[in-house]
Structure formats: structure tokens, C-alpha cells
């Protein structure tokens, strides 16, 4: 007799069949309600690996025998590929020894009954894109579900990866001078275990000189515990104190904004590491007085994501513009065409950018 379980996640409610000890279909079910009581140790597995876990599923036995043979090589390989890789729908062909077959490894994993467990997400386009995905929330929750494997959300700050940015960029006959000059880059996350933090300080920094915004940050992390106020004290200190800290009005309301969020649990805060860059962008501009700028700095500078491209900063527009001996700042598109050499690296290759400047 089969047996149904549903639970929450953080992509939302899942159904779990399950006979004779195999799982019969696991999906996302948007309509339904999570069971009450205790969640079941598979519903606490799952719920662990969409906050980073990286669980194989490899012990799971799978009831298959409603899925063609082929069906069932197809989802073999598919658990084959470990979290937080990807393969394309012809390397996954190619694999099963059936270098034709794309479209019917497509179609296969069109009907995947398994999902998470038979990991369709991790199989994308030829061209590194996304490809198709039939889940409810369709691309952004594979999107989603690639983050929190660790796919799409490298960091500079992951081992080597620094050092294989600089070595890159090195090479680039427009932007290899500027390294050259300027030399290793010493950056470090900022605040790198209090995201509430990291976006403050952005707060602190918007349209200011670095060493005005230092002063600034410097005294207000005086006014509450070390070493950063917590959202709780932002809201407990009276305007006058944050005003003569150096705050503006629009900097104070943003920042009580922003603390209201994180408490009232509107911006999960914990879980901006999990998501990828566009969906941090929407998610921290959704508070006021936050916008794509203050995200795309904490990106940058607290989770060290390595592909960032803030096309609106003017210093990265300036920096552009000398290197490339441009009359006229550069417009987005001229942005993202001039800076493809630097992929995937282009958030080391912005500092260097600002760095230009000073030289």
C-alpha cells in the first residue's frame, strides 16, 4: 500500500509517495498543506540539502518500473552527477553510450517522477543555459535549487579562486596593465558571518567617499554591540544618536527598514547565500532605501560572488571608460560586451576597475 507524506521546504510545500520502502514521486505541490506534527527524517533531509547539505540521495530505492528501460538508464546517470555539478543534455547522451538520443534524454527527464532525488535540474543547455524545467516556478526553481548545491553562486573567497581570477585577468591586454600596477588583490568578506551587517554597512556607504563612509561606519558600530549593531538596537536608538553618528534621514529610515525586515523575517537574511545573484538583487530591493546597488555590493564584498557586473556604478563606468579610451562613458551594453574576456571574474575585474582610477 502506498503511503503519502507532505512537508514544507523553503521552496515550498513537497508530496512524497512512498511503497514498500521506495519512493514512488516526490514533487513540488504548491496546492497542498504540510502534514502536521514532526517531520519525517526524509522531510528533515530534504529540507537540510535546499540549505546547503548537498545530500546525494544515493541510498534511496526508487519504484521505476512504471518508466520505460530507457526511462530508467536515463535517471541512473542523472543520479549519477553529483550536487553542485551540471551536465548537458547531449554529455548525459553521450554517457548512456547513445550519442543521438538528446531529445528523448530531454523528454525522459520531462516526465521525471523523482524530482531532487533523479536530479533533472542539474542537466542544462548546450550553451550553458538553463534549458527547460517542468516543476512548479519552472527556471527559477531550478535556479534555486543549482544555488543550493553551490552551482551558480561560486565564490572568490572558495580556495584558489583569487588567485586563478588575478591570473586570468592578467592576461587581458586591456585590463593587464592594470593589474600589473596595482598588484594582489587583499580583499576579504566583510562581515563575513553577519550578512545583517555586511548590508548595513552598504547602507552606510551609498553615495559617500570611502573615508566619510569609514568614519561613519566607525561610529556607529560604537552605538550597539560588537561588532556590529543587531536589528533589535538599530530600532531601539533614537534618531538623534544615528543622526549625530553622521546618518542622514533617508540612510536612518533605510537602515530601520532593514532591521524591521530581518525581524519580522520579510528578508531572510541566512539565506541569501543559498539564492543566486539575480534573485539576492530582487529579494534585498525589496526593502526601502535598498536597491540593486546595495545588493550587488553585498554580492560583491560580504559573499565574494564571482561574476558581478554592477552596470550602474559610476566608478566602474569611469573605470571602463579610461581603459578603454572611450570619449563618452560606456553604456551597459558596451559594458557587457567589452568585459567577456574576464569571465567568469568580473567582480575582481570592478575593483581592479575602481582601482584605475587611483593610478
Known amino acids: 500500500m502506498m503511503s503519502m507524506e507532505t ?20 514533487a513540488l505541490a504548491p496546492d497542498l498543506e504540510a502534514d502536521s506534527g514532526k517531520p519525517s527524517p526524509f522531510a528533515r533531509r530534504v529540507e537540510a540539502h535546499f540549505h546547503g547539505a548537498k545530500d546525494s540521495f544515493a541510498d534511496l530505492r526508487l519504484k521505476t518500473e512504471t518508466v520505460t528501460p530507457f526511462a530508467q538508464r536515463v535517471y541512473q546517470a542523472a543520479r549519477e552527477i553529483p550536487p553542485g555539478a551540471v551536465l548537458t543534455y547531449g554529455e548525459l547522451a553521450d554517457k548512456l553510450g547513445s550519442p543521438g538520443s538528446t531529445r528523448a534524454v530531454g523528454t525522459a527527464l520531462g516526465k521525471n517522477p523523482f524530482l531532487l532525488v533523479v536530479p533533472c535540474h542539474r542537466i542544462v543547455g548546450a550553451t550553458a543555459n538553463a534549458g527547460g524545467f517542468s516543476a512548479p516556478g519552472g527556471l527559477a526553481t531550478k535556479s534555486l535549487m543549482l544555488a543550493a548545491e553551490g552551482y551558480g553562486v561560486e565564490s572568490l573567497w572558495d580556495p584558489g579562486e583569487m588567485e586563478r581570477a588575478q591570473e586570468q585577468l592578467a592576461e587581458d591586454p586591456r585590463l593587464g596593465p592594470t593589474v600589473g600596477s596595482v598588484g594582489a588583490c587583499p580583499l576579504q568578506p566583510f562581515y563575513p558571518d ?41 530600532l531601539e536608538l533614537s534618531y538623534d544618536r544615528l543622526w549625530e553618528a553622521g546618518l542622514s534621514g533617508s540612510k536612518i529610515a533605510a537602515l530601520q527598514a532593514l532591521s524591521r525586515a530581518v525581524l519580522e523575517g520579510t528578508l531572510k537574511v541566512e539565506e541569501l547565500k543559498l539564492l543566486p545573484d539575480d534573485q539576492v538583487v530582487a529579494e534585498v530591493s525589496k526593502v526601502k532605501g535598498l536597491g540593486s546597488w546595495s545588493a550587488e555590493m553585498f554580492l560583491l564584498f560580504h559573499l565574494g560572488r564571482r561574476d ?41 575585474a570592478c575593483w581592479y576597475l575602481w582601482r584605475s582610477l587611483e593610478l
Open 194 to 234: 553577519n550578512p545583517f551587517a555586511a548590508l548595513a554597512r552598504n547602507v552606510l556607504y551609498q553615495q559617500l567617499a570611502g573615508s566619510a563612509a569609514r568614519a561613519i561606519e566607525n561610529r556607529v558600530k560604537a552605538l550597539g554591540t560588537a561588532p556590529f549593531p543587531h536589528p533589535q538596537e538599530f
Open 7 to 26: 512537508f514544507s521546504t523553503r521552496l515550498g510545500v513537497m508530496r512524497a509517495g512512498w511503497e514498500e520502502g521506495r519512493l514512488v514521486d516526490l
Open 308 to 348: 558581478l557586473l554592477p552596470v550602474k556604478d559610476l566608478g566602474i563606468r569611469k573605470g571602463f571608460q579610461k581603459i578603454f579610451a572611450s570619449r563618452e562613458l560606456p553604456t551597459p551594453a558596451q559594458m557587457e560586451r567589452w568585459s567577456r574576456p574576464w569571465r567568469p571574474y568580473r567582480s575582481l
